[in-house]
Every structure is written in structure tokens, then in C-alpha cells.
């Protein structure tokens, strides 16, 4: 059955850079058939595609991210990251990531979503 | 970027009745939508793809119907662990996906 789990700090200061890994487990991250996805969702509110990420390091943005977005990619961990630079407290939401197939950007499974806080 | 608007942003129904959700987008997105459960302190889970079509494991009271900018989620009776957000994604024109704003559905 295959997992997601997302990592890192809980706590960014402003102007700083968001960095999160999310670790892939019970599959493999280099099926050609997915991307891994990064979707937020600020304390209630609804959910904001960030981006996704295919195995050999294709990547898509949200336009209204994408000058302070970089996803990576390591197969050989089984992990993909996600880095967000230059954050305000407007950037404070639980992150998730997630797989989609290639041919349909639907998201499933999810991981179960870390808070990341932007606050001096 | 195509805009979802789902209504209503809160529906209250007892349990065992049925419950209807509406999505519309601002523009066709064909039959390129998903309809996703939210818990409180959980992640979103996929319910309906492709308009229509059930996620693997999710019961049949659970339908979804529409094309074009008219969705619907049908809830056919209402059991207690239903209670929960329901929001709706195009994936027709990408980047972005993107996704409605969500509808609580509440215990009346």
C-alpha cells in the first residue's frame, strides 16, 4: 500500500526559504506512470496546487507560485521536495503531498499533511 | 484560470436523506473533475474522478454526475462518517488545477 509522508520544519521565519521532503514508501517513485504533487491549504481555507514532479524531473507550477517554487526529485531515496522562498505569513498552511496518475491530475493517496507557520 | 464555485458553502441534512453538492466551473472542463472528502485534521481523500467514476473503495451511495461547467455530488443516504468538506478540482486546463472553495456538509 502505498504511502506519503510529509517532513520538515514546522516553524519559518519570514523572508526565509520553506523546505519540506515528502518520502515515498510501499512504491516506487520512478514509475513512469505519476507525478508527485504538492498541494496547501491555509487553517480554514481550501486547498492551492503548488506542483508536481515526474521521476526524471519534469516539472509544472502554479503560475501564481512559480518565481518562488522548486521541486526536486531523488529516486534513490524514494523522495521529492519542495522549496518556497521569500515566505510571509500568507505562505502559513498545512502542506501536503500526493500522487497523480500522468493522464489525470486527480490526487491519490495523500500524505497526512505537515503545518508549516511563517512567524518571526 | 478556470474558477470552481461550489454551493452551497454549507448543507444541512439528517442522516439517511440525500444530499446534493454542485460544482461549476467558469469554463468546459469536459468531464476532466474529481470530488474529494475532507475530515476535520485529515487529509482530503479521493471520492469521484473523471466525473463520474468512484475512486477504488469508495461505496456506491456516493455518485457524480455532469459535463461541460455542471457538476453534481450525490450523496444517496447520508451515514454519520459522511459528515465532512467536499470540494471539487477540474484538471481539464492545467497549470493550474484548481479547486472549488468547498462545501460543509453538516448533521441538521
Known amino acids: 500500500q502505498l504511502q506519503l509522508q510529509e517532513s520538515g520544519p514546522g516553524l519559518v521565519k519570514p523572508s526565509e526559504t520553506l523546505s519540506l521532503t515528502c518520502t515515498v514508501s510501499?512504491?516506487?517513485?520512478?514509475?513512469?506512470?505519476?507525478?508527485w504533487g504538492w498541494i496547501r491549504q491555509p487553517p480554514g481555507k481550501g486547498l492551492e496546487w503548488i506542483g508536481s514532479?515526474?521521476?526524471?524531473?519534469?516539472?509544472y507550477y502554479n503560475p501564481s507560485l512559480k518565481s518562488r517554487v522548486t521541486i526536486s526529485v531523488d529516486t534513490s531515496k524514494n523522495q521529492f521536495s519542495l522549496k518556497l522562498s521569500s515566505v510571509t505569513a500568507a505562505d502559513t498552511a498545512v502542506y501536503y503531498c500526493?500522487?497523480?496518475?500522468?493522464?489525470?491530475?486527480?490526487?491519490?493517496?495523500w500524505g497526512q499533511g505537515t503545518l508549516v507557520t511563517v512567524s518571526s | 484560470e478556470i474558477v470552481m464555485t461550489q454551493s452551497p458553502a454549507t448543507l444541512s441534512v439528517s442522516p439517511g436523506e440525500r444530499a446534493t453538492l454542485s460544482c461549476r466551473a467558469s469554463q468546459s472542463v469536459s468531464s476532466n473533475l474529481a470530488w474529494y472528502q475532507q475530515k476535520p485534521g485529515q487529509a482530503p481523500r479521493l471520492l469521484i474522478y473523471?466525473?463520474?467514476t468512484r475512486a477504488t473503495g469508495i461505496p456506491a451511495r456516493f455518485s457524480g454526475s455532469g459535463s461541460g461547467t455542471e457538476f453534481t455530488l450525490t450523496i444517496s443516504s447520508l451515514q454519520s462518517e459522511d459528515f465532512a468538506v467536499y470540494y471539487c478540482?477540474?484538471?481539464?486546463?492545467?497549470?493550474?488545477?484548481?479547486f472549488g472553495q468547498g462545501t460543509k456538509l453538516e448533521i441538521k
Open positions: 478540482q477540474q484538471y481539464n486546463n492545467w497549470p493550474p488545477n484548481t
Open positions: 514532479i515526474y521521476y526524471s524531473g519534469s516539472t
Open positions: 473523471g466525473a463520474s
Open positions: 510501499g512504491g516506487s517513485i520512478s514509475s513512469s506512470s505519476y507525478y
Open positions: 500526493a500522487r497523480h496518475p500522468s493522464i489525470l491530475w486527480c490526487y491519490d493517496p
